[in-house]
């Protein structure tokens, strides 16, 4: 049954329908935040199923990822009203799909200044998301094999690009507020033109101020406890499945799915760490978790995981479930 599900055609359209009745279908009304929510889910689903194609993620033809991908976007219902957090999301799978470029690449370079240029971009919105870049740098380094010193040139010329621009669009409101204001000259080179960035670079490192921060009330949060864990036994689920299975795949495919479960493991240990960034890193983590999860159910063919896909589909229905009985 998972075999037919996975391979079937009329997979990614079904799973398109349902993510969209269930988006909008409880609000009853317009809403111009959850249209934005579901234009960007839709764009970062559209990433997802080029970079999959892209990459041979799955040694048939299916779009088993990018719908688990929709399905888990669509019974998160938290999700769904446009946040910084759907952009964030949008930024990592654009900074993978470019890091995964740089595979045997004769001149990664490029595809490096991207990947870390949208890791940027990201941390513009969740400042903390800058402190994904050394993960992936490891992944470029350790699985990807296309790290050099011209790499970390370009790494660096990505990371600090949207910082510069910022910064050159705080001085020159400075200059034009000198001019156009009475103001002594040491106003001028004060550090207050460019608090905005000073508070933001500071926010970067906010998580290691609480280092266990578990402030987070399982008992007002039901919904999203409940789709961390089934989350979670998708992650389990994947990444066994990969560990015993991986030798099947060729070794580009091999080391692509390993950058996915490197971040995976990072982004589940800091979610355990400090759940109260859970509405910024459930999005993230569940993006990774999703290449494993659909590897295991479109190449698995024993009578156990045909048993355990169907007690994880009727999960994910009981989770759709879910907000209406909350």
Request: charged share 10%; with cysteine.
């Amino acid at each position: 049954m998972q075999n037919k599900v996975a391979e079937s055609s009329s997979t990614l359209p079904t799973a398109c329908v349902l993510t969209t009745i269930l988006w909008f279908l409880p609000q009853a009304t317009y809403s111009l935040e959850y249209l934005k929510g579901w234009v960007i889910c839709g764009i970062t689903t559209y990433i997802i199923i080029e970079t999959s194609a892209k990459q041979a993620l799955l040694r048939v033809r299916s779009r088993i990822i990018s719908s688990l991908f929709l399905l888990l976007m669509a019974v998160s219902v938290f999700l769904h009203p446009f946040s910084t957090s759907s952009i964030c999301q949008l930024c990592l799978i654009i900074s993978i799909s470019y890091v995964l470029r740089t595979y045997e690449h004769p001149k990664p370079e490029v595809h490096t200044l991207h990947t870390y240029l949208f890791i940027a971009l990201g941390s513009l919105f969740w400042a903390p998301m800058l402190l994904l870049s050394p993960v992936i740098l490891w992944n470029q380094g350790i699985f990807l094999r296309s790290l050099s010193w011209k790499g970390l040139g370009a790494a660096l010329i990505g990371l600090l690009t949207p910082y510069f621009l910022w910064a050159t669009v705080l001085a020159g409101l400075s200059i034009f507020s000198f001019f156009s204001e009475p103001c002594s000259e040491a106003a001028l080179f004060s550090s207050a033109a460019f608090a905005p960035l000073l508070r933001h670079a500071t926010a970067v490192i906010a998580p290691f101020y609480e280092p266990f921060d578990w402030q987070w009330n399982m008992e007002s949060h039901r919904i999203e406890t409940a789709a961390f864990g089934f989350t979670l036994l998708l992650n389990l689920t994947g990444f066994i499945h990969y560990l015993r299975k991986s030798y099947d795949d060729k070794i580009r495919v091999r080391m692509c799915h390993y950058t996915f479960l490197t971040l995976q493991v990072i982004l589940l240990a800091w979610l355990v760490v400090q759940p109260a960034h859970f509405m910024d890193l459930y999005p993230l983590w569940l993006l990774c978790v999703v290449p494993a999860a659909g590897h295991f159910i479109a190449l698995s063919r024993t009578w156990l995981s045909n048993a355990w896909f169907i007690i994880l589909s009727i999960l994910l229905i009981t989770l759709g479930l879910l907000p209406s009985f909350t």
